[in-house]
């Protein structure tokens, strides 16, 4: 557990360029974090976010999704509950739910309370879209070695849902929408020219092969012995049978 190599091969909790931490994948933000301080470890995650999924969608649907005072209170909610538990290691067997209910909460909320207002599909569209090449890039960056900036300025999860349900209170939703949007969208891009454009394409390469020894493996250039085409001649042999 402490991550000393005890033996000939790696600890099953050691982790490697594949395997994320799931807090990480939770993209929660400044207010979820500050409530996951107050009780560390204490409050089992996954057992939070399915019942913040469940008050937002009771919420929602007392509201036939339109806006009103009771949607509103369905972020709040929903960051209550969930955010006591950000600061658990996320260690249990099925806590890899844990990013999945939070991703089908915050674009359930977004998809249901823009079309069920009146604000334009496609702007509801681009919105969704944009948060989902955030958690995109969050899930991509492990499995090849580059490195995650840090995610506050996108808000999180439930900074991006308190943005909406203030601007649901303004009357300004379909504002709130596309100033959300836009704003992704310019933090997507520069984040991505910042890390991702900064990383050798070599290191990338490392990270996604396969084997230590096989640095062929999967090139399309090389034929082995056994393919389909008959092979190539070994060495010393000229060609001949």
């Known amino acids: 557990m402490n991550g ?49 999924l469940l008050v937002a969608t009771t919420l929602l649907a007392a509201g036939h999704g339109r806006l009103a005072g009771i949607t509103l209170f369905a972020p709040v909610a929903a960051l209550l509950l969930s955010g006591l538990a950000s600061g658990h290691p996320h260690d249990g067997r099925f806590d890899w739910l844990v990013p999945p209910v939070l991703r089908v909460t915050e674009y359930g909320y977004l998809a249901v309370l823009g079309l069920a207002s009146g604000v334009p599909g496609p702007l509801v569209f681009v919105l969704l879209m944009t948060v989902a090449c955030h958690h995109g890039d969050d899930a ?54 910042r890390t991702w454009s900064a990383t050798p394409v070599a290191n ?24 389909v085409d008959g092979g190539r001649p070994a060495a010393g042999t000229n060609g001949e049978a």
């Open 204 to 227: 990338v390469r490392a990270s996604a092969t396969p084997g230590d020894g096989d640095t062929d493996l999967g090139d399309p250039r090389i034929t082995r012995p056994g393919h």
């Open 140 to 193: 991509t960056r492990p499995t090849v070695g580059v490195e995650r900036p840090a995610r506050g300025a996108a808000l999180g999860w439930d900074g991006r849902m308190l943005v909406v349900a203030v601007g649901g209170a303004l009357h300004a939703l379909a504002a709130a929408y596309g100033i959300l949007a836009g704003y992704l969208a310019v933090l997507l891009v520069r984040e991505a020219a």
């Open 4 to 52: 000393v190599d005890t033996g000939a091969g790696p600890e099953p909790e050691e982790r490697t360029p594949t395997d994320p931490d799931l807090r990480l994948l939770r993209d929660d933000g400044h207010i979820s974090l500050l409530l996951g301080r107050i009780a560390p470890g204490a409050v089992p995650p996954l057992l939070t976010v399915l019942t913040g």
